[in-house]
């Protein structure tokens, strides 16, 4: 049974940093591809940034570009996600996803909170 387990998250002002992590167990993490998602109130869950199996290959949605970074230590069985420069409009709840179809595992999510 694949479990991923999430940490990281907090309350953090405006221009701060925050790095979460998604640390994956009962199988070979290194076959699975690696997404970070995040959910604000009243709104859809959003993809936030994507990472191919070998880490070789990492997307993000536009409102993120050049301020987060996703990595992989696949010897660690663990994904991160660097935050930098946060706004109040990255206040959501992340997730952690792992796919390798069919399979789809989500974390159960950490808080991350931008104010003053």
């Known amino acids: 049974q694949v479990q991923l387990v999430e940490s990281g998250g907090g309350l953090v002002q405006p221009g701060g940093s925050l790095r979460l992590s998604c640390a994956l167990s009962?199988?070979?993490?290194?076959?699975?591809?690696m997404r970070w998602y995040r959910q604000a109130p009243g709104q859809q869950r959003e993809l936030v940034a994507h990472i191919s199996s070998s880490g070789a290959i990492t997307t993000y949605t536009d409102s993120v570009k050049g301020r987060f970074a996703i990595s992989r230590d696949n010897a660690k069985n663990t994904v991160y996600l660097q935050m930098n420069s946060l706004k109040p409009e990255d206040t959501a709840v992340y997730y952690c996803?792992?796919?390798?179809?069919?399979?789809?595992?989500w974390g159960q999510g950490t808080q991350v909170t931008v104010s003053s």
């Open positions: 996803n792992a796919v390798r179809s069919p399979e789809d595992y």
């Open positions: 009962g199988n070979i993490f290194r076959l699975y591809v």
